[in-house]
């Protein structure tokens, strides 16, 4: 069954700390994105990637980083620079899929990161 | 001027009503535009996607694209309680296939 997976579903990090958010999909998408989303706001993009080994940042690209060596892999590191980084993390892939036949955002489950 | 705009809300209508969602957006160069529903504490589902001028119908749904006036919507006929939820405006844009978002607007439909 393709899809998005997202891990951890929830994380609590001490201030100073980095954390590292997993995004892995199985849709055979070129493309993956990482968006923020915070109570009552929209989505707002953080990284995102077209192919292997190159990425762009988006618009909050502050305080976070990203890698992409493999297709399937696209992992989020929020760093301690990140001044106020408890929100709602989304990845998404870009490409067909069966249900949608058309080149869109599919969307994992989610990380809820909460700083201590 | 923020890229996708989009009025929070909330709007309210009564079931099996007609709801009317409205998104503008400034870059012209923009080539594809998506709506997305996102239910409170879970991820964005796609409803529809809409890439040329005019209208696109799905069962209830029914996206409008007017690249000249750059605004697209969404309105959702029959509306049902189960279709309360927060509608996402999003397009894709430039060579790296940038996709933004708008805040969203809360629908509320009462029984």
């Known amino acids: 069954d393709g899809g998005i997976t997202q891990s951890p579903k929830y994380l609590f990090r001490k201030e100073g700390q980095n954390v590292t958010l997993s995004c892995e999909q199985n849709?055979?998408?070129?493309?993956m994105y990482w968006y923020r989303q915070d109570p009552g706001q929209g989505l707002r993009l953080i990284y995102y990637?077209?192919?292997?080994?190159?990425?762009q940042k988006g618009d909050i690209a502050e305080g976070y980083s990203v890698s992409r060596e493999k297709k399937e892999s696209f992992p989020l590191t929020v760093t301690s620079a990140q001044k106020n980084p408890t929100a709602f993390y989304l990845c998404a892939s870009k490409g067909s899929t069966p249900h949608s036949g058309a080149n869109v955002l599919t969307f994992g489950a989610g990380s809820r990161l909460t700083v201590l | 001027q923020k890229e996708v705009e989009q009025n929070s809300g909330p709007l309210s209508v009564p079931e099996g009503a007609i709801a009317s969602l409205n998104c503008t957006y400034s870059d012209r160069g923009s080539q594809s535009f998506f709506w997305y529903r996102q239910y409170s504490g879970k991820s964005p589902e796609l409803i529809m996607s809409i890439y040329s001028n005019g209208d696109k119908e799905d069962g209830r749904f029914t996206a409008q694209l007017n690249k000249a006036s750059q605004y697209v919507s969404l309105l959702i006929r029959d509306s049902q309680p189960s279709d309360s939820a927060t509608y996402l405006c999003a397009l894709l844009s430039g060579g790296y296939q940038k996709v933004t978002f708008g805040i969203g607007t809360k629908l509320q439909v009462i029984p």
């Open positions: 849709l055979n998408h070129d493309a």
């Open positions: 990637s077209q192919i292997v080994n190159d990425f």
